[in-house]
């Protein structure tokens, strides 16, 4: 069936560190992939979205790479904030399907 | 434009009472979605609505959950009666006919004591 694996958290990184989040699914056919975050005390918002093979998405920083040939999204940044602290979502959809299928989520702490 | 809106934000209950939570989607979004988290873990889909009809309930866990829309706007869940199991996060989305981006209320904290 299918499936997002992310890597397992807390991650605890400091400030201006080097992020990669890594997200792995397993589908049939092709899928759109996104990444959302939930802040503390806050919803679900989208973060960033890819719908096809080689596209990037991107959003505060934040980017993703949708590859097909090794079924992954990770997300990195390159100089992480205090404010980024949250924890990210890897998801996909199926248009047919209709709904989101997650990963368990990732919590990231920056320190300052 | 308002959000995606729940309530209440928090509910502490005791196993076997009756909660009802409620979801406001964005206006004019016909899909309306129903998730779970519970204890950390993934968060699970429950059911999808386009516009006041049932398109997937595949995702609901047993027949103490109740969904409903009428009118196509505003959704409730109703769990009765509640189990332990059933605390978590209560998410609620909504999008548009034909696109595959779905924006998230805040939640509904459930905790059955």
């Known amino acids: 069936g299918n499936s997002v694996t992310q890597m397992e958290g807390p991650v605890t990184l400091s400030e201006e560190a080097f992020l990669t989040i890594n997200c792995t699914y397993t589908?049939?056919?092709?899928?759109?992939l996104f990444w959302y975050v939930q802040y503390p005390g806050e919803g679900l918002q989208l973060l960033l979205k890819a719908t096809k093979a080689d596209d990037k998405g991107s959003n505060k920083g934040f980017e993703a790479t949708y590859r097909k040939e090794t079924t992954s999204f990770h997300l990195e940044k390159g100089s992480v904030q205090v404010s980024d602290s949250a924890v990210y979502f890897c998801a996909l959809f199926y248009n047919q399907g209709g709904k989101l299928i997650f990963g368990q989520g990732t919590e990231l702490s920056v320190k300052p | 434009e308002a959000g995606v809106t729940q309530f209440p934000s928090h509910s502490v209950i005791e196993k076997g009472q009756t909660v009802t939570l409620r979801c406001d989607p964005i206006?004019?979004?016909?899909?309306l979605y129903w998730y779970r988290r519970v204890m950390g873990k993934e968060i699970k889909f429950l059911l999808h609505f386009v516009k006041e009809s049932k398109q997937d309930e595949s995702g609901m866990p047993n027949n103490r959950f109740l969904a409903e829309r009428t009118g196509g706007t505003y959704s409730t869940l109703k769990v009765q009666p509640a189990e332990l199991e059933d605390s978590g996060v209560y998410f609620c989305?909504?999008?548009?006919?034909?696109?595959?981006?779905?924006?998230f209320g805040p939640g509904t904290r459930l905790t059955v004591l």
């Open positions: 589908a049939t056919g092709y899928p759109s």
């Open positions: 989305a909504s999008s548009l006919p034909g696109t595959d981006t779905q924006y």
């Open positions: 206006s004019g979004h016909d899909n």
